[in-house]
Each structure stands twice: as structure tokens, then as C-alpha cells.
């Protein structure tokens, strides 16, 4: 449909029409059995007309069922406009890849790239038109739940992934096999206060803008059809009705010209916030704000009408944002085909296809961590004897909890994959323990009970285990939290794995030493108990379908790991947020000082347990001295900055090597490090390349708060290492 065919049509609307195109509800309007529904149970004011009337639907799928709900809802609309179908497809649709913290481990944003294609390809042949995806929150708090969606604590690798998703779903927005993008939460959503979900998040203008805005903006730039308000405040406003945010920021200073939708009644939580009078002013703030969907609050379609017709708003916003979504849907071609992508025999072709299967197991692999490696116990020798115990040894429960149409039956559990690589008679596989301790209940999550054992049967499993343990040479223990103890809602005091793995893996080691850790999670986790008792622990977060097949690569050496941390791992819950590039303080401790009076704590030690960019190899790496093609750069000048890196050990391995750059001294203060640039090379044995990078003064440049970047002449530290914590480094002057 050209422009002025919309214009027409939004012409021809009635003043009701308009604001139900500006109405996001539920799949349970429709269909109970096949909604998803992810927001708080409350009674909303969505009258029968209105539902009828809506502009899009969360939460419902399946090629059939969708058009059978979109045939019938057109045909009963006065104009017959399309509906728009949405859902949080984060790690994959019916193909489950790893979680996004886990892809930005990979350091690998194309490959992060091919998996939101694949996703976007079987989302869109069960009929969904836009994903709630990226989110691309910068985290630095692994207390909060969602620190699973987000790909770290870093601004760089943040915009790189950012970028990489969007362009994945969306391609070409005409192909039918692709989705249109939603970046969330705008803004600054990952800095909730006490790592507590929905909470308050306090920060400066020159952090929100450093740090917090670059991400958002580069998916704005890869093309992202559409984005989501945040539940937070920004500077005491919240962010859903926040004109400036929205307008300024978003629209004028990053570009973004498509849709704005709410979270999850967010237009109507602002009365809670202490900021609108009550449901009514809020819509008015919100629609004065920009925001074009209101999903789920209700606050639209029971007020805005009224509020038009008091003359308190003009038509006009209503007009500009119901045009918005018109228009969104005329790019994805509905109006040509109301049906797009939904296909029943693209669903069989695309669904668990073994490219997808193929590509999900990669992922998986490249995702891990290898953060311990004592005695180079892994990969596990050929034909040792190894006991496989833990609650994960065969738990399919392993995509992540955003993982809504994933089925766990198609999972490949470690069992699984190790009866068919494992000679016969070489491992033994047992529980030992439940994830969670009998009975578990986690709030909010109704119907979710841990299996009540007797204590017969959980001492057996006890005896088991220690039976499994003592046979073996080497011991694989699978722990970590329950996929549920992460995700929206799921912010923990305590992130520790339960008591219960906690005694088992105490258990085993009384009667081997010689374990290996594999651990689940979908945040950085305090390891240090499990770190004391193992001789290797491999982080590989909650990896999705084919888990079981990408662990068994990595452990039996098919696969050496080259994952490094996009987050930085806690010495302890009391350090966080625990982050790389924090500020320099005017009394800064180093593990040398012998000082009171300097920024330090008495009861642990100020850095992570592991820093971000840490992940270790099969192989050795060694990386030389830093070189600068020269020491001063000029004005507008681009500096050649190099290592050479060279594979010391016996097997072939991919290191990733990473620049990092720090502002000696600048107008005000910087970051100690801030990653820049970063290369994953492929070595065999005896192998050296040289690494270059191309130093800009755009990476040297900083916000100094007035929302312009300069680069201000003076010293620089050029860091080029395998982690955060590198020393290796170059002065370089800026003329």
C-alpha cells in the first residue's frame, strides 16, 4: 500500500478505530489453550468493542490458530485492518540457542546474527510478525533476573550484538521468513536498584548517556522497527511518560522512526510510581510522551476518546501514532497478505530442521567458558572412567526461561549425548540430587512445585552418587540453578547454586577430588564454593536444544572452548555491581597497599572472582609487548596498534583477543579500562599471527555531558590482552 493509501485509510477511520490500532492485548481475548501470558493477573478495562478493535496481539502462536484469529478478527473490522502478532522469541522459536549473556560470551555478534535468523525463520512460519527482542540493557548487577536477556556488562560488545540481533530478525522486511525487531527496555532498565526487578534505577547523565544509551541506539541504527518503554524512572520520571526520553532522545537524537510500545501495563503502573494522578493522566502523559501501543493497561482505549473529545489532546497524537503502526504493518506487507509467514509446511520444514539443529549445538559450543583447568584434566582422556552426577546429567530443562515455544522433549540432555560418544562401560550416570530442595515453591510462579522425595529416596540417590564417585577416575558434576531462578521476576539476595547441590558436590568430593564442574545458570554466579573442589569448571549458562551434544564436544576436547565472559563473575553477592570498566577513586587499592584509608572492603578482595573477557583454553596463548605504528597521534589521524600471538601449546585453539584503551587523564573522569575492539583468531599448534588494530579517535572520544563526543589531546593506555585484567599495554600521546 503506497503513503498516501494509509493517509486515506487513517482518514477514514473513526476516532475509535484509531485507538484500538493503538491497543496491544493478550491471545487469551481469543483463544485460552494457545496464549502466553508474561504480565501481572489484574482486571483490565478492555471492553468487548475495544478488544475487537485492537491493533496487535502478544503472546499467542502457531501458523493455524493464527490464522484462523486473523481471518476472523478482519473479517468483523470495520475497515478490515490486519492484526499484528508479537512474542518474546529471545533464544529461538521451536530451535532453542543459547541465551543472549551466553551468546555474548561467544564474542561472536554474526554468529549471534544467523541465530536470530533462524529464529526469525520459524517465528514467522508459525505467524509472528515482530519479536521483543534485542534487549539491549547494559547489566551490571547479577542479582537481576534479566541479566539472562542482556549480553553483558559491556557498552561496546552491547552495541555489536545489539546491531547483530536486529539485522538477524529482520533482513529484509519485504522476505516473509523474517520478524520485525523491538528493542527493549528504553532506557536504562538494567541499572534497577538492588538488582531487584521492576525497581527504581538511579543514574547520572553522563552514565546514561555513556554507558546505558550507546546500545539502544545502535539497534535504532542496524533498522529496528520498534521499541519498548522501561518499567524504571529516569531522573524521577518514568520512562513510559517520559517526553524527553522519548521525543528528544529516542526520536530526535537517535533517529528512531518507527513504533513505541509500553511493557506490560506500564502506562497505568506510572499512578504507582507517584507520578500520574491516576489511569487517565497517565494516558494523556504517555501519548504526549510518543508512546504509540498500549499493551495491556487499558489505559487507551478507556480514556483517550474522552480526553480528545475534552479538548485536553488533539487528534493529532493519536494520528501520528495509530499512523505509525499502520504504516509498520505496511512494511511488513499485510495489508497485501494478512497471513504472511504463517505456513502449516513451513512449520514442519523450518521447526527443528537439522541446519537449525546444527547451528544451535555451534552456538552452544562457542558459548562456554572455560574458567578452571587444573592439571589440564579436560578434555577427558580417551576411555577414562567417568562418573556423570548431578541434577543436570539428564534434565532437559536447560533453554532458559524465555524459551516459551521451546519443548523440553526435544532437548538432547548430557546423557543422551554421551551414551553415543562414551565407549561402552566407560561412564556411569546419576542424580545424586534434585536442582531444588524438596518442595520447593518460587513466588509468582504458580503451579511450579519442586517433586516432594521421601528421605529414602533421596539418601539413595546419595549412596549413588558416592558409589558412582569412588568407581570413577574423574568425576562431571552438573549443577546450577533452576532455569526458573532466572528471567523477569527472578532477581536473587543470594546467587549461590542450592544448599542441596552444594552438599552433594561436598559428598562426591569426600570420595573423589578429581571433578569436574559443569555449571547452569543464566547469570554470573559466587562459584567460590564450587571453585575450591573442582579441577575444572566449565560456565555453560542454559545452552538451549542441543546442549547435551555441544557439552560432550567441549569435554571430550571435539570442541576447544574459546568463550570468554561478557560479565564479570563476584568474589561474593556484597561486591555487586562488580564491573570492569569502573572509575579510578582518588584512594585506589591495589593487593600491594598496606593502607587503611583506601576504597577497599576487610572481608574480601575488590576484583571478581573472574573479570570480564576472562575464559581459558585447551591450548596457551602467548601475546607480545603492545606495538604502536607510533607513539603520537595527530588530528584526525588513524594509529596502527599491534600484537603478535602465538599458540605455545600441543592442539589447535581460537583465542580472542581484546583492545582496551584508558584516558590517562581527561576533563572528567574515565573508565580504568573500556573495551574497544576485539579479534577471535584460529591457531594450530606453534602457530603466531600478528593482530592489528586500526585505533581511531572516535574510540578515544567520551561524552563529557553535554551530549557532544570529543576526543581531548593527552596520554593513553593501549591494552591489547586476553581478559579485562590484561597489563600489557603501550602509552600513546594525542596531539
Not at 493478550?26 to 468493542?49: C, H, L, M, N, R
Not at 561496546?156 to 547483530?164: G, P, R, V
Not at 606495538?627 to 583465542?655: A, D, F, H, P, W
Request: net charge negative.
Amino acid at each position: 500500500m503506497k503513503q498516501m493509501e494509509l493517509e486515506s485509510l487513517l482518514n477514514d477511520m473513526s476516532l475509535e478505530e484509531k485507538i484500538g490500532q493503538m491497543l496491544q492485548i493478550t491471545g487469551d481475548f481469543f483463544s485460552e489453550d494457545s496464549a502466553v501470558v508474561t504480565g501481572p493477573e489484574q482486571k483490565i478495562p478492555i471492553t468487548k468493542e475495544y478488544s475487537s478493535l485492537a491493533g496487535s496481539v502478544l503472546g499467542v502462536m502457531g501458523a493455524g490458530n493464527l490464522k484462523r484469529i486473523q481471518k476472523k478478527f478482519m473479517k468483523q473490522h470495520p475497515h478490515h485492518i490486519p492484526l499484528l502478532f508479537m512474542l518474546d522469541i529471545v533464544n529461538g522459536y521451536k530451535t532453542i540457542y543459547p541465551i543472549p549473556l551466553a551468546q555474548g560470551a561467544m564474542f561472536e555478534p554474526e554468529l549471534s546474527r544467523r541465530c536470530a535468523r533462524m529464529a526469525a525463520e520459524e517465528g514467522s512460519a508459525a505467524g509472528i510478525h515482530v519479536t521483543f527482542s534485542p534487549m539491549a540493557d547494559l547489566v551490571r548487577d547479577a542479582r537481576w533476573g534479566r541479566v539472562m536477556e542482556s549480553t553483558g556488562e559491556d557498552v561496546y560488545l552491547n552495541c555489536l550484538y545489539a546491531e547483530a540481533m536486529t539485522k538477524g530478525y529482520q533482513g529484509n522486511l519485504k522476505d516473509p521468513d523474517t520478524m520485525g525487531a523491538c528493542i527493549k527496555h528504553i532506557a536504562g532498565y538494567g541499572a534497577a536498584e538492588g538488582g531487584r526487578e521492576y525497581n527504581t534505577a538511579e543514574i547520572s547523565e553522563h552514565t546514561f548517556r555513556e554507558f546505558y544509551l550507546p546500545a539502544y541506539e545502535s539497534a535504532v541504527r542496524a533498522g529496528s522497527v520498534m521499541a519498548m518503554t522501561a518499567f524504571n524512572t529516569v531522573n524521577g520520571i518514568p520512562a513510559t511518560i517520559h517526553k524527553q526520553l522519548m521525543r528528544q532522545i529516542l526520536r530526535k537524537e537517535m533517529g528512531f522512526e518507527g513504533v513505541l510500545i509500553s511493557d506490560y501495563s506500564a502506562i497505568s503502573e506510572t499512578v504507582m510510581h507517584g507520578v500520574s494522578e491516576d489511569s487517565k493522566d497517565a494516558a494523556l502523559r504517555a501519548l504526549q510522551s510518543g508512546v504509540d501501543i498500549d499493551m495491556m493497561s487499558g489505559a487507551y482505549p478507556a480514556y483517550l476518546k474522552e480526553l480528545v473529545e475534552d479538548g485536553r489532546i488533539e487528534e493529532s497524537f493519536i494520528n501520528e501514532s495509530t499512523l505509525r503502526v499502520l504504516e509498520l504493518k505496511n512494511k511488513l506487507g499485510l495489508f497485501e497478505n494478512p497471513y504472511r509467514g504463517a505456513d502449516e509446511e513451513r512449520e514442519r520444514k523450518e521447526f527443528l530442521s537439522k541446519e537449525h539443529r546444527t547451528l544451535a549445538r555451534t552456538a552452544a559450543s562457542r558459548s562456554f567458558v572455560l574458567l578452571k583447568n587444573e592439571n589440564q584434566i579436560l578434555p577427558l582422556q580417551k576411555g577414562i572412567k567417568t562418573a556423570f552426577i548431578g541434577p543436570y546429567t539428564d534434565c532437559q530443562e536447560i533453554m532458559g526461561s524465555w524459551s516459551f515455544a521451546g519443548d523440553t522433549k526435544d532437548v538432547v540432555t548430557i546423557k543422551e549425548a554421551a551414551l553415543q560418544v562414551m565407549e561402552k562401560g566407560q561412564a556411569v550416570y546419576c542424580q545424586g540430587s534434585q536442582i531444588l530442595p524438596n518442595e520447593t515453591k518460587l513466588v509468582g510462579f504458580d503451579g511450579f512445585c519442586n517433586p516432594k522425595l521421601s528421605e529414602v529416596k533421596l539418601q539413595e540417590m546419595k549412596q549413588e552418587a558416592v558409589e558412582a564417585a569412588k568407581w570413577a577416575e574423574v568425576v562431571v558434576m552438573t549443577v546450577g540453578e533452576h532455569y526458573l531462578q532466572s528471567g523477569e521476576a527472578a532477581s536473587r539476595g543470594e546467587i549461590e547454586i542450592p544448599e542441596i547441590q552444594k552438599e552433594l558436590l561436598d559428598l562426591v568430593y569426600s570420595v573423589n577430588p578429581n571433578i569436574v564442574a559443569v555449571i547452569f545458570n543464566g547469570r554470573p554466579l559466587d562459584l567460590k564454593h564450587i571453585v575450591k573442589r573442582a579441577k575444572a569448571v566449565l560456565e555453560v549458562w542454559m545452552p538451549g536444544t542441543e546442549g547435551g551434544h555441544a557439552i560432550l564436544d567441549v569435554l571430550t576436547g571435539k570442541y576447544n572452548p574459546s568463550g570468554k565472559l561478557p560479565m564479570s563473575f563476584p568474589y561474593a553477592v556484597g561486591q555487586v555491581p562488580v564491573h570492569y570498566d569502573h572509575y579510578q577513586t582518588g584512594r585506589p587499592y591495589t593487593k600491594e597497599s598496606k593502607e587503611r584509608y583506601l576504597s577497599k572492603y576487610l572481608d574480601m578482595p575488590n576484583d571478581p572472582l573472574y573479570p570480564f573477557g576472562y575464559g581459558l583454553s585447551y591450548t596457551q596463548f602467548l601475546i607480545s609487548p603492545v606495538v604502536l605504528e607510533q607513539e603520537v597521534m595527530k588530528e584526525k589521524q588513524t594509529i596502527r596498534v599491534s600484537v603478535t600471538v602465538e599458540n605455545i601449546g600441543s592442539i589447535y585453539g581460537e583465542e580472542v583477543v581484546q583492545l582496551y584503551v584508558r584516558d590517562i587523564k581527561a576533563s572528567i573522569a574515565r573508565p580504568v579500562k573500556q573495551l574497544k575492539g576485539f579479534q577471535k583468531i584460529f591457531l594450530e599448534p606453534g602457530e603466531n599471527r600478528e593482530v592489528v588494530f586500526e585505533l581511531t579517535q572516535e574510540m578515544l572520544s567520551f561524552s563529557n555531558g553535554d551530549g557532544i563526543r570529543r576526543c581531548e589531546p593527552g596520554e593513553f593506555e593501549i591494552y591489547i590482552g586476553n581478559s579485562s585484567d590484561t597489563k600489557n599495554k603501550a602509552v600513546l600521546t594525542k596531539e
